[in-house]
């Protein structure tokens, strides 16, 4: 009964969090505190807050939460199957995800709660749950990341190739999946991995970031993967993008280590650009299959919106409507029912940092009829809390 009660305040709490990949071999799965005590640890969120304006020891792999010194159990590792597909899970909390309270509290949404329309729609950006997003076409996409180290204080942008990309995540959803392509085996304290996501708009301009104990697992091959190049903006113009093995991105951070600048720039639906792990900046959806050092493609990855025009499963066991990918992004805008929507950000370059949360007012004319009522049983979660706990 305390495990609910606690958790209930902890959901309440969460209302405007954001998110991370939770899950085996993960660093700091306990908020930077590895001494925290049990409810904490179950209830971690802080991990999947944003990254904005830091210098490069705070923001890389997310050590200003202490990241680097809260890691994962000895022994336990984030599984990469080589040539096979992750399976991870993305939640505005750890209890959300089933390496939570042993996922008593799942239920396959990333706030915890029920009742969403997956393909729900929002013109002013869906901010219950807060997901930077205003429907599942919209989604900015995520990536994964390897690097062939074993201790995380080694580990450099440099040393970080991009392996996999789901354009399609994170949604609303839990479950996700990213593809490997043949990547090589691991040294024997395994590799270091970083989730990272740049969301399009719906609030400020900032990015997400953490770091896994990870290690290749059936792998066969014996391939080194090329060094790095930082990615560039090169939407609607192939020639431009990067070809080959990619950094992570670094954008919006402080003391110039961004590695990726889009400031005056405009995407193609006329509203300004941010940096993305699709299309717009060379990353193909799914297994990145050209980044290694013999220069030979290992393989077809997926391109952009590769769904057949159907529907792209997130993983789970739910299934999400996107564009047919036989239309250009501009045709998509015009066929699609989901229609490029007008934002309270796009009033301003990128340079400005100006993409601000949407306004309370704003935010409760976004929600829908199911989303308010779960923001009220939220609200009455937490004052049984109080008055339970004392607030705690």
Known sequence: MLSNIIF???????ARAHGTIWGPGMYCANEGN????????????????????????QFWLNNNRNCKNDPPPDGEFMEVPANGVMKVQFASARAHTNYGWDGKFYTGFVDGLTGYDVNMNEPNCVTSPNIHAQNASMVAGSAFAIAYKSDINDVGLEDMVVFSVNQHAPWITVDYEYEVPDLPAC?????????SWIPNGCGEANMFLNAYRCKVTGATSQRTLAKPQAPVYCENDDSACVKGA???MVWHQADGIDNINVDNRKQASGKWASPAYN???GFAHGAQTDIFADGNDSGSSSSGNNN??????TGGNVNVALPDSSTS????????SWEQPTST????????????????????QCRSRASRRSLRARNAHANHRRASHGGL
């Open 8 to 14: 209930l305040a902890a959901s309440a709490a969460l």
């Open 34 to 57: 590895p001494n925290a005590d049990y409810p904490s640890k179950q209830n971690s969120y802080h991990t999947g807050y944003p990254l904005y304006q830091l210098p490069w020891d």
């Open 187 to 195: 040294p024997d304290g395994g590799c270091i991995c970083a989730w």
């Open 246 to 248: 990619k950094q992570l």
């Open 279 to 281: 299309d717009k900046c």
């Open 308 to 313: 057949g025009g159907a529907s792209a499963s």
């Open 329 to 336: 992004s501009e045709e998509q805008q015009s066929t699609s």
């Open 345 to 364: 950000w796009e009033e301003q370059p990128a340079s400005t940092s100006s993409w601000s949360e949407p306004s309370s007012s704003s935010s409760s």
